[in-house]
């Protein structure tokens, strides 16, 4: 006779082998809405309890079968439900291309649950010795991704399988567990003050002097240098609104 226990302990009983048994409800099919049922044994009711405590709080902390998702099913449902809320609209298009060209391809058909750290490291290793996607104006190119590039891939695969985690989808994020490429910092390049007569003369010629004048100046950024109207400076107070 089963040894009645709480509500969501599960219950024991002694089997005709010897051993104890446990039963725990393990969640409910979606598609019927009919409560799963799994089992575990052990010697004695001391095991067969540590068993179904551990059991049951998996199995409140996991999702079910019917919930799995590939990991390319995983980022797509990620990028529409979650990325797209919170990233530019030209960073959704450089993630989208990210899934496409260079994730999907090695791990999309993966099961999430069994993606590991070591399959990430293997990915990243094979997109920095050959991971360009080959086209015409790659061709002179090397034939491998930036380390910057990695490292945004990288960044990108984290949040979404952190999301993951949150979701109850995954136990962990298996990105803490790979080693990334570093960055390699280079000297920056500054133009000698004596070549700035000759590189404003040149401006001038070419009609672009006003434009490289207020870089200079100010510091902007490239897109901010060029998103610039007319209507944004006020040549009286001599502000420019950026």
């Known amino acids: 006779m089963a040894k009645r226990r709480a509500n969501g302990?599960?219950?024991?009983?002694?089997?005709?082998?010897?051993?104890?048994?446990?039963?725990?409800?393990?969640?409910?099919?979606?598609?019927?809405?009919?409560?799963?049922y799994k089992n575990v044994l052990g010697k004695t009711q001391a095991e067969v309890k540590a068993k179904l405590k551990s059991a049951i709080e998996k199995?409140?902390?996991l999702a079910t079968a019917t919930e799995r998702y590939t990991v390319g099913q995983w980022?797509?449902?990620?990028?529409?439900?979650?990325?797209?809320?919170?990233?530019?609209?030209?960073?959704?298009?450089?993630?989208?291309?990210?899934?496409?060209?260079?994730i999907k391809p090695s791990l999309g058909d993966l099961p999430l649950e069994k993606l590991?750290?070591?399959?990430?490291?293997?990915?990243?290793?094979?997109?920095?010795?050959?991971?360009?996607?080959?086209?015409?104006?790659?061709?002179?190119?090397?034939?491998?991704?930036?380390?910057?590039?990695?490292?945004?891939?990288?960044?990108?695969?984290?949040?979404?399988?952190?999301?993951?985690v949150e979701q109850k989808l995954i136990p962990s994020n298996p990105t803490k567990g790979c080693v990334l490429p570093k960055l390699e910092r280079k000297e920056m390049k500054i133009l000698p003050p004596e070549s700035l007569g000759i590189f404003f003369e040149e401006a001038r010629r070419s009609g672009v002097f006003e434009l490289y004048y207020i870089d200079l100046a100010t510091g902007l950024r490239r897109g901010e240098l060029l998103g610039l109207k007319w209507s944004d400076i006020d040549l009286d107070k001599g502000i420019i609104h950026v």
Request: with cysteine.
């Open 9 to 36: 302990e599960g219950s024991i009983r002694k089997r005709k082998d010897g051993r104890r048994g446990g039963r725990y409800t393990a969640g409910r099919d979606p598609a019927t809405g009919k409560s799963i």
């Open 75 to 102: 980022l797509d449902a990620w990028m529409e439900n979650y990325a797209k809320l919170q990233v530019r609209p030209s960073s959704h298009k450089t993630y989208q291309g990210f899934i496409e060209n260079h």
């Open 59 to 61: 199995s409140g902390s």
């Open 116 to 164: 590991t750290a070591m399959d990430l490291q293997q990915l990243y290793k094979h997109l920095l010795e050959s991971g360009r996607v080959e086209c015409t104006e790659s061709r002179s190119k090397p034939k491998g991704l930036s380390v910057k590039t990695v490292r945004n891939i990288n960044q990108m695969i984290s949040s979404a399988l952190n999301c993951a």
